[in-house]
């Protein structure tokens, strides 16, 4: 279960990379577009570190319930 949560992590992080990418291509072009990648990247950058923080916590429960 904790290499789920990992990839998870790697999900929202190549979410952030791509929705950086389409504000770079499209602010000239569209910018409600852009707008909406920017919320994309806020939300998944933000659920990159989140998701971090509890596998992080999930694992420190394993390991002292181990003990």
Request: net charge positive; hydrophobic share 45%.
């Amino acid at each position: 279960m904790i290499k789920i949560l990992r990839y998870t992590e790697y999900l929202y992080l190549g979410v952030f990379i791509f929705s950086l990418y389409r504000i770079y291509t499209d602010w000239n072009l569209d910018r409600q577009s852009a707008y909406l990648f920017v919320f994309f990247a806020i939300v998944s950058i933000g659920m990159f570190f989140f998701r971090r923080n509890y596998r992080k916590k999930f694992e420190q429960r394993k390991r002292d319930n181990e003990r």
